[in-house]
């Protein structure tokens, strides 16, 4: 009896954490979903209801936002990122595992120590850098210094130890040369990694705000997280509107996880296989 | 040498291989190795803007006399010592109740809670200003239940702005670790916990006897990562509390504190290079430092 109603006790404390939990976890969706439906004074008051103020702070949104053209940069950005890192790493993760060297495993391991540099450290120097070949203000400037990215080479190179070599042996007395073989084999047998790898580059390159803040200057330049960012920072900011923004910013990266939930989760955890 | 001795064939391949990863060390060696060597140059160098000398050890005395830089690297520090034990514990703790197959709606609570994830950092940033602002909706909840009497200053007072940073921060890491944690969870044998049970081991016990040491790798890495993220935290402070590090530079980071003197102040490229390279002995010292602590353990 008593073992049976401590039994009962301990599963309401669990439900109970769990479910609060979730519940903070979820909150700040549901109250910006409700918030782009109200005015500013109702959101900060926390009306937790909709309102009638949805068209209102869509269209006060886009007036002072040049929303396609927004979207269309980080878009650019976060797809040429995503395009160029995916290659760039697929073929050294291939190369370091496939191909044997005296040097191999140094370099590799030099490589993933580059791993713990912190980005503070790196941005003046790239600063006077893109200063000097004259891209600041560009896109080109934002995507060149993401490419090279030992995480994703590690990912590549992790998962390349599961392709199966008998595939690669087969092609070789087939007489398909090395870049044959990972273009036409490895690529299509090595899919969803390359979908779990998608999503975390593009993913990071969409939400990525400092160094696009210190390069970017020009509002036609400026990606949707920057542009939230700066109508945040207003002094009375219009919440309705930021609420906007922050649901067209969050959008995409929110479909790419409730569509391809088992890829988002396996690419998150790719690192510790 | 041996290479040339086996010949053509193994010189073929060798090649071939070094075609296979060019792109990717050119491209690191250009934009991370180079320019880590040259802000460790520029660290012993002072000047206004490009107009650099070469000044020894200046700026290192300077970061000893410098208030705002020790307020910054406080400030670093203790968002680090508070807020990753807090973290890695809650994501343990959560993801062993998720682990239990028997809790209904795991699939559910699984999702809610690693949900944050998918948001930009800026995103959440900009959210939890708003929920937090002085009349806003989690003083206006807190006063309402009875737990407040007057609404918390999150965002004007130094220590409720670190608090509201902590806070934020959690909310948006916990669920990316726990699942981390889960996954490990798949990998231990459901008998142990059996046998624990049988034998009267109680559920706590379980956990800090049983579900910890088995996951001290996973642990190890997620602790390491996380410290690397907090330590370069910027996102956040910067849209928190409007780029300036809040009252009395409460929330000031170091690299906020690098970012500041590089793009905001008269720009001072050798001393902010020494400052960021108290960022990358930081997370040097702590990788390793972790990373020996755990294999002592081991032992």
């Not at chain 1, 993401?146 to 392709?163: D, L, N, P």
């Not at chain 2, 670093?76 to 807090?86: A, D, E, N, R, W």
Request: with cysteine; aromatic share 14%.
């Amino acid at each position: 009896m008593n073992k049976g109603s401590t039994r009962i006790a301990a599963t309401i404390v669990t439900y109970g954490f769990v479910g609060l939990m979730a519940f903070l976890s979820i909150f700040p969706f549901v109250w910006m979903l409700f918030g782009a439906t109200n005015s500013s004074i109702d959101i900060i008051k926390g009306r937790m209801m909709p309102g009638g103020a949805l068209a209102t702070n869509v269209s006060t949104f886009f007036t002072q936002v040049n929303a396609p053209l927004v979207f269309w940069n980080s878009a650019k950005i976060a797809i040429l990122a995503t395009i160029l890192t995916l290659a760039v790493s697929s073929l050294a993760g291939y190369g370091f595992e496939m191909f044997r060297s005296r040097h191999r495993d140094r370099i590799y391991s030099a490589l993933l120590l580059t791993m713990m540099i912190p980005f503070a450290a790196l941005m003046i120097p790239l600063f006077i850098m893109m200063g000097k070949a004259g891209l600041i203000n560009t896109h080109l400037a934002v995507v060149l210094p993401t490419i090279g990215s030992a995480f994703i080479v590690f990912y590549f190179r992790q998962t390349t130890k599961a392709f199966p070599s008998e595939l690669r042996d087969a092609a070789k007395v087939d007489g398909l040369k090395e870049w044959q073989i990972f273009l036409f084999i490895y690529v299509p047998v090595m899919r969803s990694t390359y979908a779990a790898a998608f999503i975390i580059v593009f993913m990071t390159a969409w939400n990525n705000y400092l160094w696009p803040l210190i390069v970017l200057q020009s509002n036609e330049q400026k990606t949707i997280t920057l542009v939230i960012s700066s109508l945040a920072s207003a002094y009375y900011p219009d919440y309705g509107v930021v609420m906007v923004g922050t649901i067209l910013a969050t959008l995409p990266t929110l479909a790419v996880f409730f569509f391809m939930q088992r890829q988002f989760v396996q690419g998150m955890l790719g690192s510790v296989k | 040498m041996a290479l040339a001795r086996r010949g053509g064939i193994g010189r073929y391949y060798n090649v071939n291989g070094w075609l296979f990863v060019a792109p990717a060390l050119g491209l690191i060696a250009l934009f991370m190795i180079y320019p880590i060597l040259w802000s460790l140059w520029m660290s012993f160098q002072s000047g206004r803007g490009m107009m650099l000398k070469f000044a020894g050890f200046s700026n290192i005395v300077r970061l000893w006399n410098d208030p705002v830089f020790i307020k910054a690297l406080t400030n670093t520090l203790t968002y680090f010592v508070v807020q990753v034990p807090i973290m890695i514990l809650l994501a343990l703790i959560l993801a062993s109740l998720l682990n239990n197959p028997k809790l209904v709606g795991r699939g559910f609570f699984r999702t809610a809670i690693f949900l944050p994830c998918v948001t930009s950092l800026v995103a959440y940033s900009v959210l939890f200003k708003g929920m937090f602002a002085h009349d806003g909706i989690v003083n206006a909840t807190l006063e309402a239940i009875g737990i407040i009497g007057e609404p918390i200053p999150w965002l004007t007072h130094p220590f409720w702005a670190k608090v509201l940073v902590i806070l934020a921060i959690t909310w948006r890491w916990t669920g990316y670790n726990m699942i981390f944690y889960l996954a490990a969870m798949q990998n231990i044998d459901k008998s142990i916990y059996e046998v624990a049970r049988i034998d009267g081991v109680p559920a706590w016990a379980r956990f800090t006897h049983i579900t910890i040491p088995l996951l001290k790798p996973v642990i190890l890495f997620t602790t390491i990562i996380s410290t690397i993220g907090t330590i370069q935290l910027f996102d956040e402070v910067y849209n928190l509390t409007e780029g300036k590090g809040g009252p009395s530079n409460a929330t000031l980071t170091l690299s906020l504190y690098i970012y500041n003197l590089t793009f905001r102040f008269m720009p001072n490229f050798g001393y902010a290079a020494t400052v960021s390279y108290v960022i990358v002995v930081l997370v040097a010292l702590l990788a390793c430092l972790q990373f020996f602590a755990a294999r002592e353990r081991d032992r």
